[in-house]
């Protein structure tokens, strides 16, 4: 054991090993390993991915990770198997992989940018002291809100005193929301006049449309011919 630490120590000088690659747990794989098909080390972020998605599909135990883990370790050698066979070398298969990976890909850095720009935005409502307590608004301006927004939609009651507590409270938070977003574009307007924004109109008209299946909102149906 001391002979295989030392020879790690060695590589990770060498650059030929990682960091987390140097702690070997009781089973003799690295820290960051949480299994080994053959020469296929299955990084342990992975698994610690799986359980904290997984996890609440089953009942609670004191086996649990194990349970998450057992279906884990089965898709894994079936990956393993494919791999074996070649399949992740095999055109059409790989070109067709790749691609659809690199839609993934790309959506997923669309959702990270999007989280960043989302926090960002909130950081600003803070510094600005940009918030609306719902409290804070009059039964009048709560009840104008409803009026000139919600009276008249399915399911919505004819008048606000008639709505039961509950979702007065949402009508409420609703009004907040909609105050706080009127200044916000009030002065979104005025920062606008004073950035040099450029627009790509071709690149806005041009995004295709989804592939819509299933239940679709109205205006979105397939046209049916005649």
Known sequence: MRIVRWLLVVAAVAGVVRAEELELTESGLPVGVVARIDDWSIPAEWFKHEFRSTFYRYP???????????????????????????????????SERL?????RRAFMEYQLAMAEIQMLNEALLKELGLAEDPEELSEKDVK????EHLKGLPGVPAS??????????MVR???AQARLEGKLDAMIRSWRETMTIEVNEGVVRSVPMPNLQGDLPPGYQPKTSD
């Open 173 to 175: 938070q609703q009004a």
């Open 144 to 147: 104008t809100f409803f009026d």
């Open 160 to 169: 606000f005193d008639l709505a039961p507590d509950s979702a007065r409270a």
């Open 60 to 94: 609670p135990s004191d086996v649990l990770r194990e349970s998450v883990f057992e279906p884990f370790l089965k898709r894994m050698v079936l990956a393993a198997k494919a791999r074996e066979m070649g399949l992740d070398q095999r055109e059409p298969l790989r």
């Open 99 to 103: 691609e659809k990976l690199a839609e």
